[in-house]
């Protein structure tokens, strides 16, 4: 016996769902790198502030690896765009 054939609107609407998922994913991870960033700048200024040379270190730490995060994500983006 055949198993039955899915329908265009079938198929479209999964597609949409499927879409619908990876945006939803790629902005929560830009969410995240920015909230990644933003406490980065947070704690490098509490270590200027109080001349602590290690909390300056891990904050600068913490903004370059949201901005790799960022990078990562306008990547996936552009893969996005050129895809469709």
Do not use: C, H, S, Y
Not at 36 to 46: D, R, S
Not at 47 to 73: F, H, I, L, P, S
């Amino acid at each position: 016996m055949m198993e039955p054939v899915e329908t265009v609107n079938q198929l479209t609407f999964k597609t949409i769902i499927v879409v619908a998922k990876v945006t939803t994913m790629g902005l929560d991870d830009k969410m995240k790198a920015a909230a990644q960033n933003l406490e980065g700048k947070a704690q490098e200024a509490a270590g200027k502030m109080t001349d602590n040379r290690e909390a300056q270190a891990k904050g600068k730490a913490k903004q370059v690896e949201a901005q790799a995060r960022k990078a990562g994500e306008d990547l996936k983006d552009g893969l996005k765009d050129a895809i469709d």
